[in-house]
């Protein structure tokens, strides 16, 4: 069970560029979300899903675009990447399940500086 | 909307000693309240997580967390530092129908010999 599995872990890309980070589960679980890491600032919600087909934007959406066409796969795309945009991403998932049961999953991490 | 104020960017105590880490949160729903732990260049471990009726919860690495309703608080204890619990510790909220976590701003606790 390899849980949440987050590609690449580190990336450097010019300003301009624009890349896609992977973010896959194998737990069959319903939502999915981004997060950025940002020294002093926690992690913040970029994008979440709750469910195939269906997306919606979190606390710092700009600049990132997400879709969800398997329950399996989350992408995170910058289009035309920024030196802000430099951070660490976590990918997470979760389930409706009981409270008892509930919580989150997360990635291993993606670090990207861009230049 | 919820939100989450870790009290003290920084907190320092020496080893043996207690650590207390402070985390109060808004929800105007019945919350779901995590720590995390994040050592250096690691992703997040799952310290505790309060979902219940159970307001002390034990989790790994001998912390707890008591879960205040009347004082919206839901801060981390140990009774005892170890060199090893150095590391960033967050404190996130999640309520029924939103599946995502809002996360304080991370408390950095360092253990002096």
């Known amino acids: 069970n390899a849980g949440v599995t987050q590609t690449p872990k580190f990336q450097v890309l010019k300003t301009g560029q624009s890349m896609t980070l992977q973010c896959a589960q194998d737990m069959n679980h319903e939502y999915m979300s981004w997060y950025r890491q940002d020294p002093g600032m926690g992690l913040r919600l970029i994008h979440y899903s709750v469910g195939a087909g269906i997306t919606d934007q979190g606390e710092v959406p700009n600049g990132y675009n997400v879709s969800r066409s398997t329950t399996e796969d989350f992408p995170l795309r910058l289009l035309s990447a920024a030196p802000s945009q430099t951070s660490v991403y976590f990918c997470?998932?979760?389930?409706?399940?009981?409270?008892?049961?509930?919580?989150?999953?997360f990635g291993s991490g993606t670090r990207l500086t861009v230049v | 909307a919820q939100s989450v104020t870790q009290l003290g960017s920084h907190v320092s105590v020496s080893e043996g000693a207690l650590v207390l880490l402070r985390c109060n949160y808004s929800s105007s729903v019945p919350p779901y309240l995590f720590w995390y732990v994040q050592y250096p260049n690691q992703g997040l471990q799952l310290l505790l997580k309060y979902t219940s009726a159970a307001t002390l919860v034990k989790g790994i690495n001998g912390f707890e967390a008591e879960f205040k309703k009347s004082e919206t608080s839901f801060h981390l204890t140990k009774p005892s530092a170890h060199m090893s619990d150095a590391a960033e510790y967050f404190c996130?909220?999640?309520?029924?129908?939103?599946?995502?976590?809002?996360f304080g701003s991370g408390t950095r606790l360092q253990v002096q010999p």
């Open positions: 996130a909220v999640s309520v029924q129908g939103r599946r995502a976590l809002t």
């Open positions: 997470a998932s979760s389930y409706e399940g009981s409270r008892a049961n509930y919580g989150y999953t």
